[in-house]
């Protein structure tokens, strides 16, 4: 089993800088194997840096031994066409650098990557953008302890020490259904404020300052401002309160396809699959497949359109699982499984059966299965 993500990139402009992005790049690669993640970690520099500090025979080997990018063009026109590709950006520089850098391709807190800024010191790990849901806050934390800085994290949420409604969204795997109601939600706690808390799904933990929880969705119309954890879209709110969806992530979608089958072709299934009534896209919190669709670029495109991991296993793993609908004598020649959609989505949900059995759209295979679990409070 391997989760394959989008990459990380170090972004380094001096020679002290190379050293310190060296050392993050090493504590980065460890965390990923202890991870079981498949995730890039590539160290850019610039042609006139790498003269300096590399020798020319090591220039030839930055592909396949190094994972260094050597950029002979700017940064700006470089973060033009790749700043999509990454999960997360770390830049070993003055934090004015990184700001003007990446400026110009901000678009959503909600897709863009994290982005951690450290001096070439190593005295201080900033966390510069989308701190929650990219994860930049918690990059920054290890950052800070893998090299002996002092991380710096600004959101308000975690300045006060209150509940955070986009981290806590992401750790349990809920999909945040009105961006802007939760930016009023949060700041109600911030200002002292009670919000009515609903799930339908178990609870574990105790809940944190300010939420107040509910045993029946009708009781959060006291309150000026709800959460609700529930996966049919119901009426949002009331003359007297205004809910927030969080809608649970639980569904993963087995994936078997030609290979080379696009991302446009993949979406177009799904949308099909799901205009049929199939499944619901927002409920997909994972895709799943076998190992040999690790680096299929249509299913990792779709991953990172959907923000979602991308999780595969060995055809021995696969044929572990014995209650699977329709086998198919092609796929088994070549794949060692005769069924990959339906083995690969109950393996990554962790359950015995799909809830969605294998369907087929045009040379793909859809199948998907619902995790099991509870919402958690830490």
């Excluded at 795997?173 to 961006?179: P, Q």
């Excluded at 009515?196 to 969705?217: A, C, T």
């Excluded at 969806?245 to 290979?259: H, M, S, Y």
Aim: hydrophobic share 45%; net charge neutral.
């Amino acid at each position: 089993m391997r989760y394959v993500q989008r990459g990380t990139v170090i972004f380094a402009f001096t020679a002290k800088g190379c050293e310190l992005a060296g050392k993050i790049k090493d504590k980065l690669s460890k965390q990923r194997e202890q991870e079981r993640s498949e995730g890039a970690i590539e160290l850019w520099i610039t042609e006139k840096l790498a003269e300096r500090v590399l020798e020319g025979s090591m220039l030839q080997q930055k592909d396949a031994e190094s994972g260094m990018v050597i950029c002979k063009e700017p940064l700006s026109k470089w973060l033009a066409k790749n700043w999509n590709d990454y999960e997360r950006m770390i830049f070993v520089s003055a934090t004015g650098i990184a700001v003007r850098m990446i400026a110009p391709f901000l678009k959503d807190k909600r897709t863009d990557p994290a982005v951690v800024v450290l001096d070439e010191c190593g005295t201080y790990s900033i966390s510069l953008v989308s701190g929650h849901l990219g994860g930049a806050n918690e990059l920054a934390a290890f950052l800070a302890e893998a090299v002996g800085a002092v991380p710096v994290i600004t959101t308000a949420t975690d300045v006060e020490q209150q509940f955070a409604v986009d981290l806590f969204a992401k750790k349990n795997g809920l999909k945040i259904m009105d961006l802007s109601l939760a930016k009023e939600v949060t700041a109600e706690l911030l200002h002292g404020g009670k919000i009515g808390f609903y799930s339908e799904k178990p609870i574990e933990g105790k809940l944190p300052k300010g939420l107040v929880r509910v045993e029946d969705r009708e009781e959060l119309k006291v309150f000026s401002y709800g959460i609700e954890i529930s996966a049919e879209r119901k009426k949002k709110s009331w003359d007297s309160c205004s809910v927030l969806q969080l809608l649970p992530r639980d569904l993963v979608l087995g994936i078997g396809c030609r290979k080379g089958m696009t991302a446009e072709a993949l979406l177009a299934a799904a949308k099909t699959a799901e205009q049929s009534g199939i499944f619901s896209i927002a409920e997909i919190g994972m895709i799943a497949s076998i190992d040999l669709k690790a680096k299929e670029q249509g299913i990792l495109e779709l991953a990172a359109l959907w923000q979602v991991p991308f999780l595969t296993f060995s055809a021995e793993e696969l044929s572990q699982v014995t209650e699977v609908s329709k086998e198919s004598e092609f796929v088994q020649n070549i794949a060692g499984v005769g069924n990959v959609c339906e083995r690969a989505a109950i393996l990554g949900a962790q359950v015995r059966t799909a809830e969605i059995k294998k369907q087929k759209y045009c040379g793909i295979t859809f199948a998907a299965a619902r995790k099991k679990g509870s919402i958690r409070f830490e």
